[in-house]
């Protein structure tokens, strides 16, 4: 990724609407982002453009994703 | 150095609630509207707000607006003003009902009315007994309340400059606003609005204290700006805490947790409440609560490496209950604080929620400040609503479901107030030459800087003091030397040092803009709860306690006046409470007894 979308982007996970997201979203930037392969990361960026009720609930298990592509990282993210 | 200017009737810095009620009445009535914003307009922190918004509809039982004002002006501790709070609650109405046209989902009745709920707080005839006042969008009111003025601003063809920080306001040489300098992060380029009004809607800036319930964002943009630019900041002493935040993280523990029988204990796993509060123990209001798990702390009974929380115990009760009657605290337990509630207690400590104080206003959303004798003399060309402003609605003390309504009501009135300001069709004051300097010259300082503070470290230092010496409950010693640590603290933060250099999305750099903001805040929160010698709603002092003199430890006679904290010379001034409110009689002082 380039520098500048990587820089978009954690800036869009570092000021998120809702505290939890800051949090995890952060934690996950650091720590488990660059080992995604270029699709996943894509697939990353797309659930970080979600709503943040909706983002929140499918991270803390209240909703469950059936998208293949988003069902290994919110596993991830459930962990991070 | 010749940098862009764009021209606008009318800039607004921020999109939450308040912001984007604003920029509606502006951009309708035909004024070039620009709206900045650090983030897109529907990630803003009042998507968080979930309890609704309070109006005395009267939908699900007699309600009435002098009912709803009694509780607010008890809620503030009598420290709100009358005038503003009656202007508030007498808006309520018709706000609502506005927000409803625009689209907003609320919960409804049986027969198509908003339905309404009851809330901690809201009584009827005069404190008697409770009303169902609160109107909400079931858990999700502040977020369908953004989406439903967003909507209607893209129909008016407000202009969004999203993903930009507002730096510095810029005034003339006789103190007019005349815009801002605002930075694209996208490109890293400053530019000057240059506008006829200025409304700043930027937030609180809960981020000052160690634990939050506040969203990164909140660090107090417009409160650090209007203070370089020699606003005073009002009643920053008054913070509203809840009991239970996770240690560290600041993530709201419901209050169900200790209703389904959770318990507090110390770092001997004694269950402390029993002393603080023989008969409600765990269940005692949040401020008993908050007091005694900050005596605890104090006292060295706190848990963790740093001794700096307590544990709230669950372990005793059944799993599937907690499963069931709690959802989404296990998870929270485990992402938050890496423990199993079902197997483990959870560290918690209290924790701040809202801002009371900030930048004074009057109710029309005019800032006002002291100025030749007059306490409340119109700045030209500048207005501010939400909780960035302190109007003042919340006094000591937010009664809740307040906060929504507060950037409903004077986020309209700011708004109209600019546009009635504007009808003359006064042309744009001229802007000074010098009117980007200030910003050019703090980001050149950060970019050149070397062996200055780092930006990380000087925020927590900041936020540990904020916590240990002007937390939910406050003590005299701690108070002056946390006055001395957070003038150390603003030493550093104004010797920020970045790594990064680049133009295009240095969130380090934004970062540390956002610092020299925060720091703004804690200093007039610190200098200005040391100052206040007397407990008051949330700003309770051990050595200003509870006696037949003064109850609840509040002091009528030498505090019943609004605080102003001037950075410049971290100087404090007073002013009189407005008891008179528009119409009715004053809601005349007594003790505040829930």
Known sequence: ???????????RCIRRALLELDIVLTRFLDNGFDQLDEEQQQAFVELADW??????????????TRDPRYAPIVARLRKS | MSIPVLKFDAVIVGAGGAGLRSAIQLSEAGLKTAVLSKVFPTRSHTVAAQGGVAASLGNSEEDHWHWHMYDTVKGSDWLGDQDAIEFMVRKANECVVELEHYGMPFDRTDNGKIYQRPFGGHMSNFGEKPVRRSCAAADRTGHAMLHAMYQRNVKANTQFF????????????EGHVIGVTAMEMETGQVVIFHTRATIFATGGAGRIFYSSTNAFINTGDGLGMAARAGIPLEDMEFWQFHPTGVAGAGVLITEGVRGEGGILRNSS??????????????????????????????????????KDYVLLDITHLDPNTIMKRLPGIREIGLQFAGVDCIKEPLPVVPTCHYQMGGIPTHYSGRVVVPHN????????????????ACASVHGAN????????????FGKSAGDSAVEDLKSGKAHRELPKDAADKSLARIAALDSRKGGANVHETRLAMQRTMQTHAGVFRFGDLLKSGVEKILEVEKAARQLEITDKSMAWNTARTEALEMENLIEVAKATMLSAEARKESRGAHVRDDAPDTPEFPNGRNDQEWLKHTLFNSADNSITYKPVTMQPLTVEPIALKTRSY
């Open chain 1, 51 to 64: 709503e943040d009720h909706d983002l929140w609930r499918l991270i803390s298990g209240q909703e469950e």
């Open chain 1, 1 to 11: 990724m380039e520098r500048a979308d990587y820089e978009r982007l954690r800036w």
């Open chain 2, 373 to 388: 004798g007059d306490h409340n003399s119109i700045v030209p060309g500048f207005y501010a609503a939400g909780e960035c």
């Open chain 2, 162 to 173: 999203v993903e930009w920080m507002a730096l510095d306001l810029v005034r003339d040489a």
């Open chain 2, 398 to 409: 937010r009664l809740g479901t307040n906060s929504l309504l507060d950037l409903l009501v």
């Open chain 2, 269 to 306: 796993k004694e269950r402390f409440m029993e002393r603080y509060a023989p008969n409600a123990k765990d269940l005692a209001s949040r401020d008993v609560v908050s007091r005694a798990m900050t005596t605890e702390i104090n006292e060295g009974r706190g848990c963790g490496v740093n």
